[in-house]
């Protein structure tokens, strides 16, 4: 019997991890980061939104990548987030296949 429980909870948790929207956001700042501070402001203030899994800023290529969870967030959640922080973002095309491309912010 306990080893059917185990088993049980094992294969559910094996479940919800499969479940998962894992996406990943490429975008340049403007202002541009020219700085470890600009770096440490983005990801100080970005890791505080919900559905955030890594979060990884590059000043000489002056690039944000950011892997979120899409069931809890979106790119569109994530651009209002960096406007709360002064910072406006346009999306970067991705050649890369691992990472997806994010469709282009709509202009209001």
Not at 60 to 68: G, L, M, N
Not at 82 to 101: L, M, R, S, T
Request: aromatic share 6%.
């Amino acid at each position: 019997m306990k080893k059917a429980f185990i088993s049980f909870a094992l294969m559910l948790v094996a479940l919800g991890a499969q479940a998962k929207d894992i996406k990943t956001l490429v975008v340049t700042t403007n202002p541009q980061m020219h700085c470890a501070s600009c770096e440490n402001k983005i990801k100080g203030n970005l890791r505080f939104e919900k559905g955030i899994k890594t979060i990884e800023t590059n000043v000489k290529e002056q690039r944000v990548t950011i892997t979120y969870d899409a069931d809890k967030t979106s790119s569109e959640a994530l651009f209002k987030a960096f406007e709360k922080i002064g910072y406006q973002v346009a999306p970067v095309e991705v050649k890369n296949e691992k990472q997806q491309q994010v469709p282009q912010k709509k202009n209001k």
